[in-house]
């Protein structure tokens, strides 16, 4: 069990311009979840994954967010034209899928973004 | 609504002492409840799963309680230390695999 990890750790970037974060979770484990994180506040849920399957997408996420995960292994999250409120840290998790739905997430240590 | 409301927003005690951080959720259906700890810059780290018919369950000098009547969770912390100074963040699943957080306990420990 090498963890969740995630690239970049960190990423400074102008407003308008396109990143790309990548996020490889444990290698068993099924469910694939994307958050974002301000200062004081909780992860905000983003998308969420089944194998390679996105199956549910926040409505606070505006088009300029796509995330994809080919093959049901690793997974990408591109935010285009950058805004200012996009600076966040952007967290990524896995879990396996269990009937009794007590599987523990397991965080990455999050892609921290700034937006200049 | 669901929601998970967190107190207090932050504590701060001295090594060696005990804290109660609080967690009350209105969730509905409640299936389990989970503690994480969050280290500054860092991704939250699980700490313990609770079911509806658990009401102890502890992990090492942490210690998690569950009411489901009340629909009250407590984590106790035995003897602090400073590493212990992180966030601790409550969670309930909506669903499948939605998850309500709290806004998490900031807890400072000082030497």
């Known amino acids: 069990d090498t963890g969740v990890s995630q690239d970049p750790r960190h990423k400074i970037t102008k407003r308008g311009q396109n990143v790309t974060f990548r996020c490889d979770p444990i290698?068993?484990?099924?469910?694939l979840y994307w958050y974002r994180q301000t200062l004081g506040q909780g992860p905000e849920f983003l998308t969420y994954f089944q194998n390679e399957a996105q199956l549910e997408k926040s409505r606070l996420l505006s088009d300029r967010f796509s995330a994809e995960r080919p093959k049901g292994s690793f997974s990408t999250l591109e935010i285009q034209r950058t805004e200012q409120g996009d600076s966040a840290m952007y967290l990524c998790?896995?879990?396996?899928?269990?009937?009794?739905?007590?599987?523990?997430?397991?965080f990455g240590d999050g892609t921290r973004l700034s937006i200049l | 609504k669901n929601q998970v409301e967190q107190s207090p927003q932050s504590l701060i005690i001295l090594e060696g002492k005990n804290c109660t951080l609080q967690c009350n959720y209105t969730v509905s259906p409640f299936s389990n409840l989970r503690w994480y700890k969050q280290d500054t810059g860092r991704g939250p780290v699980s700490l313990t799963i609770?079911?509806?018919?658990?009401n102890t369950k502890s992990n090492g000098r942490y210690t998690a309680t569950l009411d489901a009547d009340t629909k009250q969770s407590s984590l106790h912390i035995t003897a602090s230390q400073l590493s212990d100074s992180a966030s601790y963040i409550c969670?309930?699943?909506?669903?499948?695999?939605?998850?309500?957080f709290g806004t998490g306990t900031r807890l400072k420990v000082l030497a």
């Open positions: 609770m079911t509806f018919s658990e």
């Open positions: 998790a896995s879990s396996l899928s269990s009937g009794l739905g007590n599987q523990p997430q397991h």
């Open positions: 969670v309930v699943p909506s669903g499948t695999y939605k998850y309500i």
């Open positions: 290698s068993e484990h099924n469910r």
